[in-house]
């Protein structure tokens, strides 16, 4: 058996819609992972401090306010400036697919829009967390 | 010494971090090697840290309770670190981990280390790795560890063979005081917590628990009962000095010692339990199917065998 899957799954910033990230939490533990989750309101810091804490194998951040551009770019350079870059950072909720190529260019694993069935984010996850090790 | 056991010791958060993973894991690996050979370098730097357990029933308020708990903690200057116990599915074994939802103000303050951990199958209220995630933050200079169970019901006892002083937290509105008077849990507590002490019936609560102590044989240790309203701190300083007295009560009287080497016991205990079993399960595994034709043909039988594993071990 290998080691059980990690995933931190965060709401930064201000907007309260925590719905998805409810939704994709339920679906990893269907899935077998084991899912930090944070809540809402958190901090880049916070968000890099619990990923370290909990040994994660991937952050996953929910975004619905539009402020992705922001977060990604600091969650991202914090675990950078930790060493921790091998942790995976991928995320969901109401990114213009426009946007999408920026945060890849970050160094986001994947970005996952609305209408993105749970099973493909799992597939997408497992495949991600495997090539890691 | 090995790298990992020095990031521990220098309490670098992403060595401890690997560490519990390890000791999390080691039931899934043919080798337990490393996670031994980790702890027995990192055991001789343990001791320094007072345990405290938190227990009782889902939705008592023992999140909320450990969040306050940290912070006064914090007020006080001394490291933190936490391990909250989450149930697993006994389906997918996955698990949602969010006792720290509530605390997580703290998470990027350097001197707390919060950690969740999912039960993966046990049934005592904490996993099976708790015990050593206790030891690899104690190694790791922490002078407080608070230990959050799953939610229990009434025999989820293990924690009292992990943590040096057990708060059982109560809520008013579970039950009558034949509740309060049943084996288990009840027994455990070192401190009583009646939390949501602003709602009706907490007093009834409290007063019905201290009654029940008033039977107590052993009247070395009294356990308090302390009422508390998690959410805005009131009672948190009391608890606070409630823990510290039987802190004191441990240090100062043949209890405390009493106490380690209870922990001791089952520690070497647990710890034969889990290499015998791998062990045994080897050894019957190795001729398992020669065995079991042989069974069946009545040449041998279950209880041969398992005389003839016993012998090999």
């Not at chain 1, 965060?10 to 994709?24: E, F, Q, S, T, Y």
């Not at chain 1, 975004?63 to 930790?82: M, R, T």
């Not at chain 2, 981990?97 to 209220?125: C, F, T």
């Not at chain 2, 009294?222 to 998690?230: E, F, N, S």
Request: aromatic share 4%; proline share 3%.
């Amino acid at each position: 058996m290998t080691d059980k899957i990690r995933v931190v799954i965060a709401k930064p910033g201000l907007d309260g819609h925590d719905r998805g990230a409810k939704v994709i939490a339920r679906a990893l533990r269907d899935a077998g992972m084991e899912v930090i989750y944070t809540g809402l309101r958190q901090t880049p810091e916070q968000i890099v401090a619990t990923a370290l804490q909990e040994d994660a194998d991937a952050v996953g951040i929910s975004i619905l306010s539009g402020a992705h551009h922001f977060y990604f770019e600091k969650v991202i350079s914090l675990l950078k400036e930790k060493g921790a870059e091998d942790i995976i950072v991928f995320g969901g909720g109401v990114i213009p697919d426009e946007d999408v190529p920026d945060l890849i260019a970050m160094g986001a694993g994947a970005v996952f829009g609305p209408g993105t069935s749970t099973g493909t984010t799992i597939d997408w996850l497992k495949k991600a967390v495997a090539k890691d090790e | 010494m090995s790298v990992l056991s020095s990031k521990i010791l220098n309490g670098d958060v992403r060595g401890i971090a690997r560490a519990i993973s390890i000791m999390e894991n080691k039931t899934n690996r043919t080798g337990v090697s490393e996670a031994e050979e980790l702890m027995k370098e990192i055991y001789p730097h343990t001791g320094n840290a007072w345990i405290i357990g938190i227990t009782g029933s889902p939705g008592s308020g023992k999140s909320t309770l450990t969040d306050k708990l940290i912070e006064q903690f914090r007020t006080e200057g001394k490291k933190v670190g936490v391990i909250a116990v989450d149930p697993s599915s006994p389906f997918s074994g996955g698990a949602i981990l969010a006792d720290r939802i509530r605390m997580q103000r703290h998470s990027d303050d350097p001197e707390v280390y919060i950690r969740s951990l999912g039960a993966r199958g046990a049934l005592g209220g904490v996993s099976n790795g708790t015990r050593e995630t206790s030891l690899i933050l104690d190694a790791s200079g922490k002078d407080i560890i608070i230990i959050e169970t799953v939610g229990v019901g009434q025999s989820e006892i293990d924690i009292m063979r992990i943590a040096d002083t057990v708060c059982v937290v109560l809520v008013p509105g579970l039950g009558d005081e034949i509740q309060i008077m049943k084996a288990g849990i009840m027994e455990i507590a070192d401190v009583f917590v009646v939390n949501k002490a602003d709602r009706d019936g907490a007093d009834k609560v409290a007063r019905e628990t201290r009654a029940m102590l008033d039977l107590l044989k052993n009247k070395d240790w009294i356990p308090p009962v302390v009422l508390t309203i998690a959410e805005d701190g009131s009672g948190l300083p009391e608890l606070v000095s409630k823990i510290d007295s039987h802190k004191k009560f441990m240090h100062d009287t043949e209890a405390g010692i009493e106490r380690i080497e209870r922990r001791l016991n089952s520690e070497v205990e647990n710890l034969l339990l889990s290499r015998l079993v791998v062990r045994a399960w080897q050894l019957w595994g190795e001729n398992k199917s020669n065995r079991i034709k042989d069974m069946l043909e009545l040449k041998t039988n279950p209880y041969a065998i398992v005389d003839e594993i016993i012998k090999n071990i």
